[in-house]
């Protein structure tokens, strides 16, 4: 089975950093793009960044100069660096993977399980 599992959440204070890790795991051949998406309550499941394969990006305007989305290919592990952190930043992150699962190369989404991180101000 496919599994993406994050770490890395917490609670920081305004303006503090954490970077955040989803590490996928399973009979993978590749990853296409990958992403961080995030949630609070009452409100509906937005995309925060993601990235291809090779490593371009993009990134919700409420995070654009503050956080940052990379990936190691390698170790089928996508990372979300945060700074200057906001109270209004305070959610359930999730990752996602289109992942290329072995032995036919078929494509499949797979989604984390979330990790909290809460900003206090």
């Known amino acids: 089975q496919v599994q993406l599992v994050e770490s890395g959440g917490g609670l920081v204070q305004a303006g503090g950093s954490l970077r955040l890790s989803c590490a996928a795991s399973?009979?993978?051949?590749?990853?296409?793009?990958m992403g961080w998406y995030r949630q609070s309550p009452g409100k509906q499941r937005e995309l925060v960044a993601t990235?291809?394969?090779?490593?371009?990006?993009n990134y919700a305007d409420s995070v654009k100069g503050r956080f940052t989305i990379s990936r190691d290919n390698a170790k089928n592990t996508v990372y979300l660096q945060m700074n200057s952190l906001k109270p209004e930043d305070t959610a359930v992150y999730y990752c996602?993977?289109?992942?290329?699962?072995?032995?036919?190369?078929?494509?499949?989404?797979?989604w984390g399980q979330g990790t909290q991180v809460t900003v206090s101000s």
């Open positions: 996602n993977g289109a992942v290329v699962i072995e032995p036919f190369r078929k494509v499949n989404d797979y």
């Open positions: 990235i291809t394969k090779g490593g371009s990006t």
């Open positions: 399973g009979s993978i051949f590749s990853i296409n793009a």
